[in-house]
C-alpha cells in the first residue's frame, strides 16, 4: 500500500490488488453532520448535482455514458461524515475513469434548470425513506437517540429547505467544502502508473478549511419510548444505545458484542427471538462508530402485539453479556476476521475501507483492525455492556 499527499494537499491511497478491474474512489471529507440548520441537506443534493453535467460533459447521459458504454459501475454516496464518487472499470480504462472523476469534482456546471430537476427527484426520495418502515425506524431512532449531535438528524435532509434551495448557496458550499486538502482518493487494483495520472488530472488548488464543529452530547439519563402510527401490518422495532467513536477502545468490545448478538443466524439475538421464540423475522444487531459518534442497535419485525415481549427478551439478552465465555467471544472474533477479510476482496470494499481509516485518522490503522479485536476479552465485554446498555431510546413504527 502506498500513500502520496500532493503539493495541493490532495491526499492519495494506492492498494495493489491483482485481476481485471480497477477501483477508482474520491471522499470529500464533508457530510450531513457538518451542515448548518439552513443547510440541511445540501451536501447529499451536491452529491446528485455532480452527475447532472461538467464543461466536458454537459448532461448527465454524456458523463455517464463514459463509464456504463465500457461496462463500469458509476456511483456515489453521502453518509453523516463524507461524500464518496467511485468508478469501478477494466484496468485498461483506468485514464478514463481519473478523467471524468476529476471532471466531475473540478468543473461541475451546476446548471439552474438541472437543479431544478434534481430538487424534486431528491425529494421524492426523501418520501420514499419515509414511506418505508424498514428505512423510517432509524430515522426515527436517530432524532430522539442524540440531543445536540447532529447525528440526529437524517442525511437526507429537510423538504422544506431544499426546496428554496437555489444555485448561488448551493455552489458556495460546494467551493467552500469539494478542495483538494480536504479530499482523498482510493485506487485499488494493479496500475502502476496510477500516480502520474492523479497529479496531472486533479490539478484545483488548497485553500484554507473550515474548522469543525465540536459537539458534546450528554449521556442519557433515562429510557426513551417513541412510536409512529402507519398503514402496515408488522412493527418495525429499534432498541439503541449512544456508544463512542471509532477510534475509542470500546468501539473494538461493541464490534465483538455485535458478533456475538447479531451474526447471521447463529447470533443469540436471532436464536433467541426467531430461533426459539418465532416472534420476529428479521432480527438483529448494528454497530456504527463514526469519526465523532457511534451508537448499537437492535431491531426486530414483530406483531404490533409483540412489541414489549420482543423488547424485554431483547434486553435480557443485552443483560446476558455479563456471563459471557471465552468461547463466545472467540467465536465472535473469527467471525469478524472472517467477514472482514472476505469483504476486503471486494475491490469497492476495500476502497471504501481506505477512505474511512484515512478520515478516522490514518489508513495505517486499518492494518492493526483485526489485532485489536482479537485482544478483546469476556471481562472487556461485560465492562462495556454495563457501561452503554442502560437507559435505551426505543423506537417503533406500529400498523394502525
Not at 304 to 320: F, I, R, S, T, Y
Request: net charge positive; charged share 25%.
Amino acid at each position: 500500500m502506498q500513500k502520496v499527499v500532493f503539493p495541493n494537499g490532495l491526499t492519495a491511497i494506492y492498494a495493489p490488488k491483482p485481476g481485471k478491474s480497477v477501483v477508482l474512489e474520491i471522499m470529500s471529507k464533508i457530510g450531513s453532520n457538518d451542515e448548518k440548520p439552513p443547510e440541511q441537506g445540501i451536501t447529499h443534493f451536491i452529491e446528485h448535482m455532480l452527475f447532472e453535467g461538467t464543461k466536458k460533459w454537459p448532461t448527465n447521459r454524456l458523463l455517464s455514458n463514459q463509464i456504463e458504454r465500457i461496462g463500469g459501475d458509476f456511483n456515489a454516496y453521502t453518509t453523516s461524515e463524507r461524500t464518496c464518487f467511485y468508478i469501478k472499470a477494466l484496468q485498461k480504462h483506468f485514464p478514463l475513469a481519473v478523467e471524468v472523476l476529476a471532471d466531475m469534482i473540478q468543473q461541475p456546471l451546476f446548471e439552474e434548470a438541472y437543479l431544478k430537476k434534481e430538487r424534486h427527484i431528491v425529494i421524492k426520495e426523501i418520501d420514499l425513506m419515509n414511506d418505508e418502515p424498514k428505512y423510517y425506524q432509524w430515522i426515527l431512532l436517530l432524532r430522539h437517540l442524540f440531543q445536540k449531535h447532529p447525528a440526529q438528524f437524517p442525511t437526507y435532509g429537510n423538504k422544506k429547505i431544499l426546496r428554496r434551495l437555489t444555485r448561488l448557496p448551493v455552489l458556495r458550499y460546494f467551493q467552500k467544502h469539494y478542495r483538494p486538502n480536504n479530499m482523498v482518493i482510493a485506487i485499488v487494483g494493479n496500475v502502476p502508473h496510477w500516480k502520474e495520472l492523479i497529479r496531472t488530472n486533479f490539478v484545483f488548488l488548497r485553500k484554507p478549511l473550515s474548522r469543525k464543529r465540536q459537539v458534546s452530547e450528554p449521556q442519557a439519563t433515562r429510557s426513551i419510548f417513541v412510536k409512529t402510527k402507519r398503514d402496515i401490518a408488522n412493527a418495525y422495532l429499534v432498541i439503541g444505545f449512544k456508544t463512542v467513536p471509532h477510534l475509542h477502545a470500546d468501539a473494538y468490545v461493541l464490534e465483538v458484542i455485535n458478533g456475538i448478538l447479531g451474526r447471521g443466524q447463529s447470533g443469540r439475538m436471532f436464536t433467541e427471538l426467531r430461533g426459539k421464540q418465532g416472534l420476529a423475522y428479521d432480527v438483529g444487531t448494528q454497530h456504527i462508530a463514526e469519526v465523532t459518534y457511534g451508537f448499537f442497535a437492535v431491531y426486530a419485525t414483530v406483531d404490533k402485539k409483540n412489541v414489549g415481549l420482543v423488547k424485554d427478551l431483547a434486553l435480557q439478552e443485552l443483560e446476558k453479556l455479563k456471563e459471557i465465555t471465552w468461547l463466545d467471544v472467540k467465536e465472535a472474533q473469527d467471525y469478524i476476521e472472517g467477514s472482514y477479510y472476505l469483504g476486503m476482496d471486494d475491490g469497492q470494499k476495500l476502497a471504501d475501507q481506505l477512505l474511512f481509516w484515512e478520515q478516522v485518522r490514518d489508513v495505517g490503522l486499518m492494518q492493526h483492525y483485526i489485532e485489536k479485536i482479537k485482544i478483546v476479552t469476556p471481562a472487556d465485554v461485560k465492562r462495556v455492556a454495563e457501561k452503554y446498555f442502560k437507559n435505551p431510546t426505543i423506537a417503533a413504527v406500529e400498523g394502525k
